[in-house]
């Protein structure tokens, strides 16, 4: 009824209908993706789709091992695509939340003389799109020999979600009550156990949700992975690139079985912070 | 132990001055209440005391240790803040025993504390609690407890009981005030509840736009207001104050021209007297009016325009020549729109010179 009363009471029907509606609608393309990494190659180019068919693995048989022209079966090394894109995305996200988090908190508590200038101008390298400064990147790369290597691309990540770190976290240290780290303070706190003991556990669920929305950002990241990994560092998302074109065309199966493996361990992480997510991301929205 | 002394302390937040030129004492088992309407410096005065605000002149003393450059952390100063301040991650017994570390007792000592204090404030059943698991009274009494644990140079009060409800703040202000007679240091209350001040402290000061108007015992500021300010802040209800001009002057008394009604006081009581022809105010409490003698004064035919009964008393406001007179009758009655006369006892009006300032009375000395 429409009485104008907010209630805590479950939402009635017509709210659930659009909300698995909205739901719906925004998990279709995964559920596809991941249908098609079961289907055969005639099921998943089937006109008009198909939504019941005899499933197969043979697809992520094909993720994991290659046959050769001999007929002998070996590991197709995607393994080392995921390790890399664990090691690289985790490195990255880490090392960003470690800086951001320090610097949003010397933003927040230690304000320099134009403190909002040199927040804007943080902000401002994510404000082009990333394609323009590729070509500079590419040849600093070169000149300096990072190219193809771990740290290079680490490095780079990290320069990306650092603005992004330092941004989100230092909203959550505003809202906090200064009052409480004063306490600690005349209880006899030097800065860094302030910091450590009394900041940070209030920021945990902003602590969460940066590193989650960082993740997601890396995890998914494939320009700069193409230009500036080797075969040895190679990510994901390039592995994925690569299976598209060969003789047979799109291997739509292949891929989506690899997409569906790629999604889960971003899945796992979102679910295990889902609590503190959820806290995070409605933050600002509650307090003020 | 150590005195707490002030000495020309002030703030200036880029050309505001939120604290001028401030200077107190208080003793080691004193309690004193800084007073005054909220913006008026006494919070940043007791941060300047914490050391959480960098004085822009004058110096704190703790004895005679100048501490005005030590930061807050090596002041060794408790102070309970007046949103609590409690840690949020962690439990009410970490709360309560954060502030052991500067000291470093036994892990023995500090236990022994720890069950003291809680049990004192009744938080033995808690102590495994987080604060957002508590009750406002419970988080008031945790924030007050890790302020007593220790035994720093100074306690400091920020408005301790302003977020408790009506009942709570009065069972706290006892409770509060057992505790702080036990403690033996120097301790400041800022407060601008003036039933507070005068039930909790030793001795007031009462503050506006970031100087101390007047300092003294509780009754001493309420019965010797130095000027109309602080005469019109502390008592409720309200003083009434009347403006006034004085006609005529001489041995036997002083005629006071008060809206048009002519006034007759006494001179022989004061021990200066207001020139002919001087602006001067008349206060007196609504109380005072109660129980007025014959040869009171007589400010005849107030018009109620208010009455609030509250139970035992009614709170008569009338219009009295375009001023306004508060006055507190016994019992109900006094309906708006009845004419009546206020009697007051010479010896209940308080005078205050064209410079608001009181007019003292030979008698102030013996009293005090």
């Known amino acids: 009824m429409a009485s104008g009363f907010r209630t805590h009471d479950q939402a009635g029907p017509v709210r659930t209908f659009f909300a698995w509606l909205v739901g719906i609608i925004y998990f279709a393309p995964v559920f596809w993706i991941v249908l098609t990494a079961f289907k055969t190659r005639a099921d998943a180019l089937a006109i008009p789709p198909k939504l019941v068919f005899a499933p197969t693995l043979d697809n992520f048989r094909a993720v994991f091992f290659q046959t050769s022209t001999t007929g002998e079966v070996t590991g197709s090394g995607v393994w080392l695509y995921f390790a890399n894109s664990a090691f690289i995305a985790g490195s990255s996200v880490l090392l960003a939340l470690i800086i951001g988090t320090l610097a949003a908190y010397a933003f927040s508590r230690y304000p320099l003389k134009g403190n909002d200038t040199y927040l804007f101008v943080i902000l401002s390298t994510r404000m082009l799109p990333p394609i323009v400064v590729i070509i500079p990147i590419f040849l600093v790369f070169r000149l300096t020999g990072l190219s193809g290597s771990y740290i290079g691309i680490i490095l780079l990540y990290t320069g990306f979600n650092l603005p992004f770190s330092i941004w989100m976290m230092k909203s959550f240290f505003d809202d906090l009550n200064p009052e409480v780290e004063d306490s600690a303070r005349m209880d006899g706190s030097g800065d860094w156990s302030v910091f450590g003991r009394i900041a940070l556990p209030q920021v945990k669920a902003g602590l969460a949700a940066t590193s989650v929305f960082a993740l997601i950002l890396t995890w998914n990241e494939f320009i700069f992975a193409l230009l500036l990994t080797g075969p040895e560092t190679r990510t994901v998302p390039v592995a994925i690139a690569s299976t598209i074109g060969g003789e047979i065309g799109v291997d739509w199966g292949k891929l989506s079985a690899m997409v569906s493996l790629f999604l889960i361990p971003v899945f796992i992480v979102t679910f295990a912070l889902q609590n503190q997510l959820l806290r995070g991301v409605t933050f600002g929205t509650v307090r003020k | ?368």
């Open chain 2, 1 to 368: 132990m150590n005195e707490l002394k002030l000495t020309g302390l002030t703030k200036y937040f880029g050309d505001f001055a939120a604290v001028r030129d401030v200077d107190l004492t208080v003793k080691p088992d004193e309690v004193l209440c800084l007073l005054g309407p909220s913006g008026c410096g006494k919070t940043t005065t007791l941060r300047m005391i914490a050391g959480l605000e960098s004085a822009t002149q004058g110096a704190v003393y703790f004895g005679d240790r100048d501490v005005t450059h030590l930061p807050a952390r090596d002041r060794d100063v408790a102070m309970a803040f007046q949103f609590y301040a409690l840690y949020p991650d962690l439990t009410v017994g970490q709360n309560l025993a954060y502030p052991l570390q500067a000291e470093a007792p036994t892990p023995a000592e500090s236990a022994d504390r720890l069950a003291r204090i809680a049990e004192i404030l009744q938080l033995t059943e808690v102590l495994d609690r987080y604060p957002h698991q508590l009750s406002e009274g419970e988080k008031q009494r945790v924030a007050v407890g890790r302020c007593v644990i220790r035994a720093p140079n100074a306690f400091l009060f920020d408005e301790p009981l302003s977020r408790l409800d009506a009942k709570l703040r009065d069972e706290m202000r006892g409770s509060i005030r057992k505790i702080l007679a036990t403690l033996d240091r120097p301790t400041v209350i800022v407060t601008h509840d003036q039933l507070e001040a005068m039930t909790m402290g030793d001795r007031i000061a009462v503050m506006r736009d970031g100087k101390v108007e007047q300092i003294g015992r509780p009754l001493d500021v309420f019965e010797r207001p130095a000027n109309i300010f602080v005469a019109g802040f502390i008592g409720t209800p309200q003083m009434n104050l009347l403006k006034g001009r004085c006609l005529a002057v001489n041995d036997t008394g002083l005629e006071v021209d008060l809206s048009g009604q002519m006034i007759r006081l006494p001179s022989g009581p004061f021990a200066t007297l207001p020139q002919t022809g001087a602006e001067v105010t008349l206060g007196f409490r609504p109380r005072a009016a109660a129980r007025a003698q014959d040869d009171a004064v007589s400010l005849q035919a107030a018009r109620v325009f208010l009455s609030e009964n509250m139970g035992a008393e009614t709170l008569v406001h009338s219009d009295w020549n375009g001023q306004n007179l508060r006055v507190l009758a016994h019992g109900p009655g006094h309906p708006e729109g009845q004419v009546h006369d206020v009697q007051v006892d010479p010896a209940d009006l308080t005078l205050f010179g064209a410079d608001g300032i009181r007019i003292t009375r030979k008698s102030d000395k013996e009293a005090a």
